[in-house]
C-alpha cells in the first residue's frame, strides 16, 4: 500500500511539473538608495531565472560577479554557491528562520501586462518591508523563493525598506528546453549548513 501512495505521489508531481514551465526569466533591477552612501554596497543588476522540471536555478549579476543558487522544489532544499579564491562552497539555505513566515499579503483586483501575460496585484508586508507584486499562474509557484505564501509567480515586485527601494521587472521570457547540467553542483564543492560555514570563515 504504502509503495502505490509513493507511486501515485511521483506520479502526480511528475504531471505537475511536466506541465509547467521550462525555461529562462531574465529580470531587470533598479535601485534607489535613501542613504547615498549605501550606492557602493553589492546589489544585483540582473537576475536570470532558470526553470525546468523540480529545478531552479538562480544567477544574480553584480558588480563583482554572479551569485548562484540552485533550488530543488521537491526537497524543498536551495543551495547557494560561492567561489572563494580557488575553493568551491554550497551554502545550504533554511527555511527556519525565514521572515517569509510574518508576510500578512493583501490581494487586489487590479491586474496587469508583463510580457503579454495577465498578472493580479498584491501588497505584502512582513517585518522588515513592504512590497507590491504582480505575480501569474502561468508558473509554477513552487519556484517562487521570494514570496512563498504568494498564490503565485512574480514577474514584477518592487521592495521598499529603510535603507532602499528595489524593483525587479522581468524584461525577457524564453520558454526552451534546458541543459540538465545548468541544475548539477560541481563535485567539487564543499556542501555546508550556513551555521558551519559561518564558523569555517571565522577560523
Known amino acids: 500500500m504504502i509503495r502505490l501512495i509513493v507511486i501515485f505521489l511521483f506520479i502526480f508531481q511528475t504531471s505537475i511539473y511536466s506541465q ?12 534607489n538608495y535613501m ?11 540582473k537576475l536570470d531565472f532558470y526553470i525546468s522540471g523540480e529545478f531552479a536555478r538562480i544567477d544574480q549579476h553584480t558588480k563583482i560577479g554572479v551569485q548562484t543558487t540552485i533550488i530543488d522544489t521537491l526537497l524543498n532544499k536551495h543551495i ?7 575553493k568551491k562552497f554550497g551554502i545550504i ?18 491586474q496587469k501586462i508583463f510580457q503579454n501575460i ?17 505575480f501569474t499562474n502561468e508558473i509554477n509557484k513552487a519556484y517562487n523563493i521570494n514570496f512563498k505564501k504568494l498564490k503565485g509567480f ?3 515586485y518592487e521592495i521598499i525598506s529603510s535603507d532602499f527601494i528595489s524593483s525587479y521587472e522581468v524584461s525577457n521570457i524564453t520558454k ?9 553542483i560541481d563535485k567539487n564543492t564543499s556542501i555546508y549548513t ?3 560555514f559561518q564558523s569555517l570563515m571565522s577560523q
Open 194 to 196: 550556513m551555521k558551519d
Open 93 to 110: 539555505i533554511n527555511d527556519e528562520n525565514d521572515t517569509n513566515e510574518l508576510e500578512k499579503i493583501t490581494y487586489s483586483e487590479n
Open 35 to 45: 542613504d547615498s552612501t549605501l550606492k557602493n554596497k553589492v546589489m544585483p543588476s
Open 80 to 86: 547557494l554557491l560561492i567561489q572563494l579564491m580557488d
Open 176 to 184: 526552451q528546453a534546458l541543459d540538465p547540467i545548468l541544475f548539477e
Open 154 to 156: 512574480p514577474l514584477y
Open 118 to 134: 495577465n498578472c493580479s496585484k498584491a501588497f505584502i508586508n512582513n517585518k522588515n518591508s513592504t512590497s507590491t507584486v504582480y
Open 20 to 31: 509547467s514551465f521550462e525555461g529562462i526569466i531574465s529580470y531587470s533591477i533598479t535601485h
